[in-house]
């Protein structure tokens, strides 16, 4: 055997590994009881508000992020008349050694608990996905599709991929990331390089924001990747929205994601957000495009059910008691 030979099967080898990982036995029962109080993070929280509407949202935050990030939203639907619905993913809102311990299987059986339960209750039952939470949506609407499914998806920043190709264009997110599989056993957290002080100034977050884990992140590459083979078969009516200049999640995802889609009403919002200081990733919290956020989302809310005008003068109360859920 030819040592170019030799060389190019090492190097496969430590390429495969280094991508996949080794196997891992997971049990998506594990870490579903929720944290000790006293581990939560001010305002992480998760929250349920009751309406006497016959509609229901079940929002579901994104990776390292809380219910936090939903609240302002939460409140406005709740504002006019419905339930809401959003939990605090295991591992998350507490410390990055409860988050080291979950996986994307634990993220998900704990959506799909409220969903499975809560679902029969309404009439009319919309999935919000912020970033993960998105994927996550995705898998939820297919797997529930025939049996219980939702009456539409409204996905923000959604990801499906982090390194690769999508739609012709490489993306790549970090490319530490493409040897997570080998480096979740060796290398410690990977520290975020973000200008906390400014960024919580203008896009406020309860999070953990010093770092990623890279056992749980190398779950959520290789499983967020999942989805893609199965988006044609999501028939639901979906509405996606990212900034095209996102720092987090490649717009490119969304361009992927709605090309892909079974769906026979889907539509993509996207805009630039003028600034250098945030990642411009999580929009809702974002003081310079969330009012623009939450009018897309009503506006496509408008077209499935009866009552879903834009909230301006609500909005404006909210903001008025100085962000209550910031």
């Given at each position: 055997?030819?040592?170019?030979?030799i060389?190019?099967?090492?190097?496969?080898?430590?390429?495969?590994?280094?991508?996949k990982?080794?196997?891992?036995?997971?049990?998506?029962?594990?870490?579903?009881?929720?944290?000790?109080p006293?581990?939560?993070?001010?305002?992480?929280?998760?929250?349920?508000?009751?309406?006497?509407?016959?509609?229901?949202?079940?929002?579901?935050?994104?990776?390292?992020?809380?219910?936090?990030?939903?609240r302002?939203?939460?409140?406005?639907?709740?504002?006019?008349?419905?339930?809401v619905?959003?939990?605090?993913?295991?591992?998350?809102?507490?410390?990055?050694?409860d988050?080291?311990?979950?996986?994307?299987?634990?993220?998900?059986?704990?959506?799909?608990?409220?969903?499975?339960?809560?679902?029969?209750?309404?009439?009319?039952?919309?999935?919000i996905?912020?970033?993960?939470?998105?994927?996550?949506?995705?898998?939820?609407a297919?797997?529930?599709?025939i049996s219980?499914?939702?009456?539409?998806?409204?996905?923000i920043?959604?990801?499906?991929?982090?390194?690769?190709?999508?739609?012709?264009?490489?993306?790549i997110?970090?490319?530490?990331?493409?040897?997570?599989?080998?480096?979740?056993?060796?290398?410690g957290?990977?520290?975020?390089?973000?200008?906390?002080v400014?960024?919580?100034?203008?896009?406020?977050?309860?999070?953990?924001?010093?770092?990623?884990?890279?056992?749980p992140?190398?779950?959520?590459?290789?499983?967020?990747?999942k989805?893609?083979?199965?988006?044609?078969?999501?028939?639901?009516?979906?509405?996606?929205?990212?900034a095209?200049?996102?720092k987090?999640?490649?717009?490119?995802?969304?361009?992927?994601?709605?090309?892909?889609?079974?769906?026979l009403?889907?539509?993509?919002?996207?805009?630039?957000?003028?600034?250098?200081?945030?990642?411009?990733?999580?929009?809702?919290?974002?003081?310079?495009?969330?009012?623009?956020?939450?009018?897309?989302?009503?506006?496509?809310?408008?077209?499935?059910?009866?009552?879903?005008n834009?909230?301006?003068?609500?909005?404006q109360?909210?903001?008025?008691r100085?962000?209550?859920?910031?």
């Open positions: 055997m030819s040592l170019i030979l060389i190019i099967i090492i190097v496969s080898i430590i390429y495969f590994f280094g991508w990982g080794f196997p891992e036995t997971i049990d998506p029962d594990d870490y579903q009881t929720p944290p000790d006293e581990k939560l993070l001010k305002g992480a929280e998760s929250f349920q508000f009751k309406g006497k509407s016959d509609t229901a949202f079940l929002l579901i935050h994104g990776y390292e992020s809380t219910p936090y990030t939903l302002g939203l939460g409140e406005v639907l709740n504002g006019q008349g419905h339930t619905y959003a939990p605090l993913l295991p591992g998350h809102g507490t410390t990055m050694y988050l080291s311990l979950t996986r994307y299987e634990h993220w998900y059986e704990a959506i799909r608990r409220v969903y499975s339960s809560e679902r029969p209750k309404y009439k009319k039952f919309f999935i996905g912020f970033s993960l939470g998105g994927n996550l949506g995705l898998r939820l297919l797997q529930f599709q219980k499914p939702a009456t539409a998806l409204i996905l920043s959604p990801p499906v991929l982090l390194n690769g190709v999508l739609n012709g264009a490489l993306v997110r970090d490319w530490r990331l493409v040897f997570s599989g080998i480096g979740q056993y060796f290398v957290p990977i520290s975020k390089k973000r200008d906390l400014s960024a919580d100034i203008i896009n406020p977050t309860v999070s953990y924001t010093e770092a990623y884990t890279v056992p992140l190398h779950s959520f590459r290789t499983n967020i990747e989805i893609k083979k199965y988006l044609p078969l999501i028939k639901l009516p979906t509405c996606i929205i990212q095209t200049n996102d987090t999640i490649n717009a490119e995802n969304a361009h992927y994601i709605l090309r892909k889609l079974g769906s009403e889907k539509r993509l919002y996207l805009f630039n957000i003028d600034e250098n200081v945030s990642t411009r990733h999580e929009l809702l919290t974002h003081e310079r495009i969330r009012d623009k956020v939450i009018h897309y989302i009503f506006s496509f809310l408008n077209d499935y059910s009866s009552g879903f834009y909230p301006s003068e609500f909005f109360a909210v903001k008025k100085k962000h209550k859920w910031l």
